[in-house]
């Protein structure tokens, strides 16, 4: 059996939300991009990912920033998916990183993605 890379199977575009946005904001974006995490940066560099099911009624006037995130790990896009399922059993998502580009994350490989992959 070939190898299963990640660029093979990651989701494409890394949806983002900056640090100072409020919460509100945050679960916005989320239910317009039909997603349940979002990659946060501040000043431009990956911070954390924002999980929606760590949102609460009473975060929503928060800062994105003063929320609970998770840690997230960025991989190079021809990566073996085999290299990251111990990844995805502690961390919402890992990201796909491809050098050449500017913003050079260029996709997210969740959980979900890997079962459809097998």
Do not use: C, H
């Not at 070939?2 to 946005?21: F, G, K, L, N, W």
């Not at 995490?37 to 009473?58: A, F, H, N, Q, Y």
């Not at 190079?76 to 990251?84: G, M, Q």
Request: aromatic share 6%; proline share 6%.
């Amino acid at each position: 059996m070939r190898p299963i890379y990640v660029d093979e199977i990651m989701s494409s575009p890394v949806y983002t939300i900056d640090a100072e946005e409020p919460a509100s904001e945050a679960v916005a974006e989320m239910d317009r991009r039909g997603v349940k995490k979002i990659l946060v940066k501040k000043g431009g560099e990956p911070m954390g990912v924002l999980e929606r099911w760590t949102i609460g009624k009473s975060d929503l006037n928060r800062k994105v920033r003063d929320l609970s995130m998770s840690t997230f790990r960025a991989v190079p896009r021809r990566t073996d998916v085999s290299t990251i399922q111990t990844d995805l059993r502690s961390l919402p998502a890992v990201y796909v990183a491809d050098p050449e580009k500017a913003n050079n994350l260029v996709g997210v490989v969740t959980a979900y993605d890997l079962i459809k992959a097998y």
